[in-house]
């Protein structure tokens, strides 16, 4: 279950443009850099459904992990993310989500960057990269 965060969307006329780990509403374009994490190593928006009334969510997926685990369920379609952000939009604040399919998928500590251990080109595999083939439609 997400809070309702009514102390900032009714402040904000304009609804979110996508959603924020936990269901913390984010306005204005997605970039991979504004994950809550500075760590994070992988970034996927994705657009999920809530699973009673259908209202549909961007939201965002994210890992600090180095093992591309995201880009792992985007291809096996296990991807999930649990309870839609809690806009009060059905019978309760605890329902589940559908996937629906990925908007974007973004990724950095790029492998071919480490010899021996060591980061051989910081900027290189600190870049966030786009990869448009793991943008797809997912089973819901």
């Known amino acids: 279950m997400n809070r309702e965060y009514q102390d900032i969307l009714s402040r904000i006329s304009e609804p979110p443009s996508w959603w ?6 984010r306005y204005g374009p997605f970039e ?12 996927a928006l994705v657009e999920i459904a809530c699973q009673f009334c259908r209202r549909p969510f961007i939201v965002l997926f994210e890992t ?3 093992d591309r ?7 096996a ?9 809690n806009v009060g939009c059905c019978t309760g604040v605890s329902a589940n ?7 974007q998928y973004w990724a950095r500590a790029h492998q071919e960057y480490v010899e021996g251990g060591l ?4 900027r290189a595999f600190f ?13 819901g």
């Open 97 to 103: 989500s559908t996937p629906v399919q990925v908007l």
């Open 64 to 66: 600090s992990a180095k």
């Open 127 to 139: 870049e966030w990269r786009r990869d448009a083939s793991l943008e797809v439609g997912l089973p």
């Open 32 to 43: 991979p850099g504004s994950s809550t994490s500075v760590y994070a190593n992988e970034a």
């Open 77 to 85: 379609g296990t991807l999930h993310y649990g309870d839609p952000p």
């Open 69 to 75: 685990r995201i880009a792992a369920e985007i291809r």
């Open 20 to 25: 924020q780990e936990g269901g913390v509403p």
């Open 119 to 122: 980061i051989v080109d910081t």
